[in-house]
T-cell receptor, first 112, second 112 residues
Framework: DVKVTQSSRYLVKRTGEKVFLECVQD?????MFWYRQDPGLGLRLIYF???????EKGDIPEGYSVSREKKERFSLILESASTNQTSMYLC???????????FGPGTRLLVL | GENVEQHPSTLSVQEGDSAVIKCTYS??????FPWYKQELGKRPQLIID?????GEKKDQRIAVTLNKTAKHFSLHITETQPEDSAVYFC???????????FGSGTRLQVQP
């Protein structure tokens, strides 16, 4: 059974702080994704990675960066958090060549 | 890039009725169309998907239809039950792109 975990369920940060969100999957998946989920906007892709140290920008990468040093771990970094980054952040993973994505439980981030 | 529009944003039906959710996509190269269900407080999970070489697919009470010419696809749920209450997301994946583009979501409420 695929398991995708995220480091925190809830997080409160202050404007200007550097924020790290971590995602770990245990199924040896090559692809990993970061989305943000906002009411009425669905899931929007921030970044994805198809291999260690490889990354591609999604649809809304501004204000974010990512790191993938190990295959099982994909980190989302908010360099300087702003209030408009208050959102639910979802991580997902998939096997190379397969489109089905498996999601983590999400991190609800509040930036004050 | 791909753009996916989803309607309606909310849908309320009586238990036992059918529910239909519709999505349109813009990129004619898209060839994979999954549907995810997200129950309150939980992670999105794949419930059914369809590829562009198929017009319809069924799985018990759930079916998806695809019209490539019109670039739209629909989710049909028959004999709805209270446990079908959730937010449903459609998505599309252009050929060769690993990432999905999601619709804005439909909140389905099944009234007992």
């Amino acid at each position: 059974d695929v398991k995708v975990t995220q480091s925190s369920r809830y997080l409160v940060k202050r404007t200007g702080e550097k924020v790290f969100l971590e995602c770990v999957q245990d199924m040896d998946h090559e692809n990993m994704f970061w989305y943000r989920q906002d009411p009425g906007l669905g899931l929007r892709l921030i970044y994805f990675s198809y291999d260690v140290k490889m990354k591609e920008k999604g649809d809304i990468p501004e204000g974010y960066s990512v790191s993938r040093e190990k295959k099982e771990r994909f980190s989302l970094i908010l360099e300087s958090a702003s209030t408009n980054q208050t959102s639910m952040y979802l991580c997902a993973s998939s096997k190379a060549g397969q489109e089905t994505q498996y999601f983590g439980p999400g991190t609800r981030l509040l930036v004050l | 890039g791909e753009n996916v529009e989803q309607h309606p944003s909310t849908l309320s039906v009586q238990e036992g009725d059918s529910a239909v959710i519709k999505c349109t996509y813009s990129d004619s190269a898209s060839n994979y169309f999954p549907w995810y269900k997200q129950e309150l407080g939980k992670r999105p999970q794949l419930i059914i998907d369809i590829r562009s070489n198929v017009g319809e697919k069924k799985d018990q009470r759930i079916a998806v239809t695809l019209n490539k010419t019109a670039k739209h696809f629909s989710l049909h749920i028959t004999e709805t039950q209270p446990e079908d209450s959730a937010v449903y997301f459609c998505a599309a994946s252009p050929r060769g792109r690993r990432a999905l583009t999601f619709g804005s979501g439909t909140r389905l409420q099944v009234q007992p």
